[in-house]
């Protein structure tokens, strides 16, 4: 398997341009994250999908952040427009539904996100 | 409110030597422990999952434990190696799919 597939690894744009970053989740996998990683912050839950339904989107910070997932297979996660604290790493992750071994979640290597 | 502590936040030790991370949660009533491994530049890497009824889980020269009533998990490095260097992260579930993540130990294995 080939793993979560995260597109671009590094993303450097200027203020006010939109940004698409793009996930391929494990095949088989249900549930689909959009995490944000910063020093100050930490790991930050921004939205998760159960079978490409946005179940809780509480994390997402502000009305220029959007998720979709219109298939099993892809997941993007755009800012529209970008501002310099946008600057982060996000990380998308799949799982399969379930408490176990089974329920383990898989990351991506994470998009690294510059707005200047 | 979940709150995933982890300390030291650094830790350096030279090569060879057996190391202890450590993992405080205040909310005891989880379901399980998962514990991940994160190189610089990467994404994360689970290591170890403990269910809540389980004690321990093993894998190679990691050993980690979860005392729930204690709201402690530590993880066991035996014999560390230089390639053991990364940032170690513990977490929680919380709520129905969420995990909560503690801040991490970044841990130096001096050759």
């Known amino acids: 398997d080939a793993g979560v597939i995260q597109s671009p690894r590094h993303e450097v744009t200027e203020m006010g341009q939109e940004v698409t970053l793009r996930c391929k989740p494990i095949?088989?996998?249900?549930?689909l994250f959009w995490y944000r990683q910063t020093m100050m912050r930490g790991l930050e839950l921004l939205i998760y999908?159960?079978?490409?339904?946005?179940?809780?989107d509480s994390g997402m910070p502000e009305d220029r952040f959007s998720a979709k997932m219109p298939n099993a297979s892809f997941s993007t996660l755009k800012i529209q427009p970008s501002e310099p604290r946008d600057s982060a790493v996000y990380f998308c992750a799949s799982r399969r539904s379930g408490t176990g071994r089974t329920g383990e979640l898989f990351f991506g290597e994470g998009s690294r996100l510059t707005v200047l | 409110k979940q709150e995933v502590t982890q300390i030291p936040a650094a830790l350096s030790v030279p090569e060879g030597e057996n190391l202890v991370l450590n993992c405080s949660f205040t909310?005891?009533?989880?379901?399980?422990l998962q514990w991940f491994r994160q190189d610089p530049g990467k994404g994360l890497t689970s290591l170890l999952l403990?269910?809540?009824?389980?004690r321990e889980q093993t894998s190679g020269r990691l050993n980690a434990s979860l005392d729930k009533s204690s709201g402690r998990s530590t993880l066991y490095i035996a014999a560390s190696q230089p390639g053991d260097s990364a940032t170690y992260l513990c977490a929680v579930p919380t709520g129905a799919n969420n995990l909560f993540f503690g801040t991490g130990t970044r841990l130096t294995v001096i050759p």
């Open positions: 403990i269910q809540s009824s389980q």
């Open positions: 999908f159960n079978n490409n339904v946005p179940i809780d």
């Open positions: 095949s088989g996998h249900d549930y």
């Open positions: 909310d005891s009533a989880i379901y399980n």
